[in-house]
């Protein structure tokens, strides 16, 4: 069985940079087609892609905030990272950890983590 | 990279059938068949329903199909039920971009 879960803080200050832990098991990292992504979903809003990281250290960012985005894996603890640098208030969000499996179904999300809230508010 | 489109609401009695559109362009939904649809319950992590365009993950009703027109897609669900009230969003692969795009979502309402 699949499962992620998200870590991280729930309140950052403004400038301030963010770092949130994906947890996962059931599966590795190291198996051929196999990614780990962000996506985020401010308060009543839609979904947003971030980062998404795949087996073979492919990394694909959003356009939009790739400059201020870094997606890493820690293979040995089953771990991906995501880090953002300068949040702002409109960065406030509940942040998904979610898997994809480009062999059984290609570019879908088919295990989504609980959800983490992150606040950006001084 | 654009959000796709989706109208922002949709509505059905029980028993009766909806169809949810997802408008893109070349880039994403028209040139690809890499278009998902998503099911999100009130504060809950989205669920897949639809990915591939047409595919059903194993477990989800046959209620639910997916289908591409052009740069639309489309999402249907037949036979309503009170449980199918929900957020619904799709998501495509951006060749612009080489990432995904989501829509803005669309809340299926069952009268």
């Known amino acids: 069985q699949i499962t992620l879960k998200e870590s991280g803080p729930t309140l950052v200050k403004p400038t301030q940079t963010l770092t949130l832990t994906c947890t996962f098991s059931g599966f590795s990292l190291t198996t051929s087609g196999v990614g780990v992504g962000w996506i985020r979903q401010p308060p009543g809003k839609a979904l947003e892609w971030l980062a998404l990281?795949?087996?073979?250290?492919?990394?694909r960012y959003s356009p939009s905030l790739k400059s201020r985005l870094t997606i890493t894996k820690v293979t040995s603890k089953s771990q991906v990272l995501l880090t953002m640098t300068n949040m702002d208030p409109v960065d406030t969000a509940t942040y998904y950890c979610?898997?994809?499996?480009?062999?059984?179904?290609?570019?879908?999300?088919?295990?989504w983590g609980q959800g983490t809230l992150v606040t950006v508010s001084s | 990279q654009s959000a796709l489109t989706q109208p922002p609401s949709a509505s059905g009695s029980p028993g009766q059938s909806v169809t949810i559109s997802c408008t893109g362009t070349s880039s994403d939904v028209g040139g690809y068949n890499y278009v998902s649809w998503y099911q999100q319950h009130p504060g809950k992590a989205p669920k897949l329903m639809i990915y591939e365009v047409t595919k059903r993950p194993s477990g989800v009703p046959d209620r639910f199909s997916g289908s591409k027109s052009g740069n639309t897609a489309s999402l249907t669900v037949s036979g309503l039920q009170a449980e199918d009230e929900a957020v619904y969003y799709c998501d495509s692969y951006s060749g612009s971009s080489n990432f995904g795009v989501f829509g803005g979502g669309t809340k299926l309402t069952v009268l």
């Open positions: 990281i795949y087996w073979d250290d492919d990394k």
């Open positions: 979610a898997h994809r499996d480009q062999l059984e179904r290609p570019l879908a999300v088919d295990i």
